[in-house]
């Protein structure tokens, strides 16, 4: 049974920074690629940042790179997302997937078959 648990998030003013991080359970978790989505109220998920098996390879959205960087203690299994110079469209409720088997950043919902319930964060201007 493949677990994901979100932690991390909170409350902070625009410009300020949280690190999010997802514990998984249930998988060799060093053999997959990971990723991280987000949804706002009313809108549909969107992709965030994905990282490679090895974490040698990382993929951002236009809208959050430079600002965000993903990472992952394979050791620890464990995802993170530093999310620095936060913007109030950045609120969400963030969550992280387990992608493929020894796979490539991806951004498609479809090509992640695990996930988390979440962590919400909200971003005050």
């Known amino acids: 049974q493949v677990q994901l648990v979100e932690s991390g998030g909170g409350l902070v003013q625009a410009g300020g920074s949280l690190r999010l991080s997802c514990v998984a359970s249930g998988r060799t978790f060093s053999n997959y690629a990971m990723g991280w989505f987000r949804q706002a109220p009313g809108k549909e998920r969107e992709f965030v940042a994905a990282?490679?098996?090895?974490?040698?390879?990382?993929y951002y959205a236009d809208s959050v790179k430079g600002r965000f960087t993903i990472s992952r203690d394979n050791a620890k299994n464990t995802v993170y997302l530093q999310m620095n110079s936060l913007k109030p469209e950045d609120t969400a409720v963030y969550s992280c997937?387990?992608?493929?088997?020894?796979?490539?950043?991806?951004?498609?919902?479809?090509?992640?078959?695990?996930w988390g319930q979440g962590t919400q964060v909200t971003v005050s201007s």
């Open positions: 990282v490679s098996w090895s974490g040698a390879t990382t």
């Open positions: 997937a387990l992608g493929g088997y020894f796979g490539t950043p991806r951004s498609r919902i479809n090509e992640y078959d695990y």
